[in-house]
């Protein structure tokens, strides 16, 4: 892992910078890390230059020290990619990266060249989503961020791989751990406040690639597949939860590629 030190927020940003060609910025979920993409990059970096980035509070990068909105994370992972020399990239966000992308899509259109979301979406919170991260704040404030890993983990993936997947699991949660308490909380914080970006997936005439889990618990592919549109390409992992990269990585890796194939740089 680099580490490169950002000037707005002062964070220190660990990332991964591996393989040649159109530069791909990977964006992991919340309580994820760079790790979450280990058996993808593999698959990918024959293709493409792979930037990927542990989120700040994540990982090994830095944790705000302030209030941190997800247009904070879509500026300081924006400036990453400035700072390596890269003028135009193409970000996959998974869940929680998916909606750091889609900010970045809005405040940054001219350093992307396409985008995806894999198990996220362009709606806000509702109202009983916006509770449920009040709750998990207090539950992380209350017992810290180990017992609400374990807790949240298996829900990530589908229900017939919670004893299937059972290394994964625990691989999953041993990443989860490196989530420091406060940019927990302040993740929580993040995606609890940010708006509902459809108007972005709509107005935005790239190439985009929205992923979904047939098994997702978190987020349905109906809240994923939000907007359609001849820029829009679908697709749909059968048998995976909210963690293809991990449940399916030959499968999400050939969508991506797929996906790569048809953009002309």
Not at 186 to 206: F, I, K, Q
């Amino acid at each position: 892992m680099k580490t490169k030190k950002l000037t707005k927020h002062a964070i220190d940003i660990a990332y991964r910078d591996e393989g040649q060609g159109m530069p791909v910025v990977l964006l992991h979920g919340f309580c994820g890390s760079s790790a979450y993409f280990d058996e993808i990059v593999p698959l990918l970096r024959g293709k493409a230059r792979l930037i990927v980035p542990d989120l700040p509070g994540h990982g090994q990068s830095g944790t705000p020290t302030a209030p941190y909105p997800i247009e904070s994370f879509a500026d300081d992972i924006s400036e990453l990619i400035e700072s390596l020399g890269i003028p135009k990239a193409i970000w996959f966000g998974h869940s929680l990266g998916g909606y750091v992308t889609l900010a970045a899509a809005e405040r940054h259109a001219a350093g992307i060249t396409a985008y995806g979301l894999i198990h996220s979406t362009a709606y806000p919170d509702d109202d009983k989503g916006k509770e449920t991260r009040l709750k998990s704040i207090q539950t992380i404030r209350d017992t810290g961020i180990q017992p609400f890993v374990d807790g949240l983990i298996p829900k990530l993936f589908a229900p017939e791989h919670v004893q299937t997947m059972v290394d994964k699991i625990e691989t999953a949660k041993k990443i989860g751990y490196t989530t420091t308490t406060e940019g927990a909380i302040r993740t929580l914080e993040a995606m609890r406040g940010r708006p509902d970006r459809n108007a972005v997936l709509e107005a935005v005439n790239c190439p985009i690639l929205l992923v979904a889990g047939e098994s997702d618990q978190i987020i349905k592919p109906d809240k994923t597949f939000s907007v359609n549109k001849d820029n829009i390409t679908q697709v749909l992992i059968q048998g995976s939860g909210h963690m293809s990269m991990m449940e399916h990585p030959q499968r999400l890796t050939d969508a991506l590629l797929a996906f790569l194939s048809d953009i002309n740089l």
